[in-house]
């Protein structure tokens, strides 16, 4: 049921880091995998979203009835990348009663106060749920890293626990998905100054967002050090080109619906009899 | 902008608990102020699903800026009156970046170890944000009324609680909207039987239904007391007939975009200059 129609090569491989990847050498403009244009990926998100709503309620079932299986979708990004429109365009085609979503901001002093770690696990998804993380433990060797918010080796430490968090995770019943939306260089540009052209966007501009610009090369750098450190098999990373806003949304929400395909999801079995209850119900 | 073409009275009247309200007087079958059909109201869904998700940008961005206001929803209903359906298709029309939702299921031992009010503080929405409680602290004077959960006097303490509670959230910037979904007992039977009747909806049914099924007087009755002592100026209750989904839904989302349009929200001015950062931009 996932939708081979539209793509000829399953994004979950396609897109999936491997052994030598090279973040400057991937593209951030095509649309791989994918058959049809604009138009096509347009509808292929609507029905995609059925789909999704309809696996999501299967997990939320099988929660319900004591499996531990959740899902995790990390995004990470620059800024205007879309992580917001993954949200509102994708995560939002299901039950919000099944999802739990994150935003990680910059850390208050309580949470500066504690491992890294801390605010991270208090909003891992229980059995059963869908988590999303906007933004994420990465951010803590990301801006964490170029920014020198952490001494040196703390920062270095940081890779290996965050291996642990997410094996950990996983082992649990957690199906972990890493995403990390390419955005190039020229279109964020354009979408930062489309910020600046319209008074209902001027909320979304932050002068900082230039000062991270800035740091272009210096965060290109840094994702390569997460890819080459925190790529595992149980919780994969994959590198989404994001130019084209609706490729990045049907490709994150086919990464999603084979994530969950794969949990060979199945309606709970009733743990009453149906006959009795039927008989109690009509009496009632 | 609110829906004025497919409404006759503004819901949020029409349906608002007035003194001398009687539960036990009100259809749970009918389709109150709205002009046309269940076709009309499936449209009319649709369309106020973009108007809400608009205001609610606009009281995110609110909230990004430094303004305390946010909207709690409150969901109180007996078994199978749509609930669920609320939530996915009233607030599944919002961005989930900007929704708290909340499920309150019976207490854990840790939360009955803490005042009722506890759990409920932890979920309450911050600013920008719509929370929405599926089941509440109203919990705690209906099934802990009928089922006697605590003593009487602590039951009775309740009542003030929670209208203190109510009151420092809208004092503190938060719109409170509750919401009784009104069933009819033989709409109930009828949506029970059909959970009894196809694998797939095993899942929702819960022999316990029915036992809470057999008190609906008694809920009817917990209910009543609810709205005579906390109906508020503050925080007022609604009635909804919940007999045809489509209506409730409809309903709902009418009192939510009302809610929200009564704010008056505006885009945030900018803290920046447009035309420095437009220059820094290009420069970068």
Redesign the interface.
């Known amino acids: 049921m996932s939708d081979d129609r539209n793509w000829t090569t399953d994004p979950s491989e396609l897109l999936r880091v491997q052994p030598g990847f090279r973040l400057s050498e991937q593209p951030t403009d095509g649309s791989p995998g994918f058959r049809g244009d604009k138009t096509a990926g347009e509808e292929a998100l609507a029905d995609g979203g059925k789909r999704l709503a309809d696996l999501q309620e299967q997990l939320f ?1 099988s929660g ?2 004591g499996e531990p299986r959740s899902v995790l979708l990390v995004l990470q990004a620059m800024d205007t990348a879309g992580k ?1 429109g993954i ?2 365009h994708v ?7 099944g ?1 739990r ?1 994150a ?1 990680f901001g910059k850390p208050t002093p309580e949470e500066l106060a504690h491992d890294f770690l801390w605010r991270v696990w208090r909003e891992v998804p229980g059995a059963g749920k869908v988590g ?1 993380f ?1 933004r994420s433990h990465y951010e803590d060797v990301l801006i964490g890293r170029v920014r020198e918010r952490a001494p040196a080796e703390e920062i270095e430490r940081r890779y290996g626990a965050i291996n642990a968090f997410e094996k950990e995770l996983t082992q649990s019943g957690t199906t972990v998905i890493k995403v990390m939306l390419h955005l190039g260089r020229d279109e964020q ?1 354009k979408r ?2 489309s910020r ?1 052209e319209r ?2 966007k ?6 900082a967002d ?1 000062d991270e ?2 740091l272009w090369d210096a965060y290109q750098e840094a994702y390569q050090v997460v890819f080459d450190r925190t790529t595992s098999a149980y919780a994969p990373w994959f590198v989404v080109p994001a130019d084209h806003k609706w490729y990045a949304r049907i490709a994150v929400q086919q990464l999603l619906i084979r994530a969950l395909e794969g949990l060979d999801l199945q ?4 743990d ?1 009899d ?1 006959e009795e ?2 008989c ?3 009496q ?1």
Not at 267 to 270: A, D, G, L, N, R
């Open positions: 079932a319900r009835e917001g949200v509102s995560i939002g085609a299901m039950n919000p009663g999802v979503y935003g999303v906007d540009k930062l100054a600046l008074p209902e001027y909320w979304k501009f932050n002068p230039v610009r800035l309606w709970p079995q009733p009453y149906v209850q039927k109690r119900l009509e009632s």
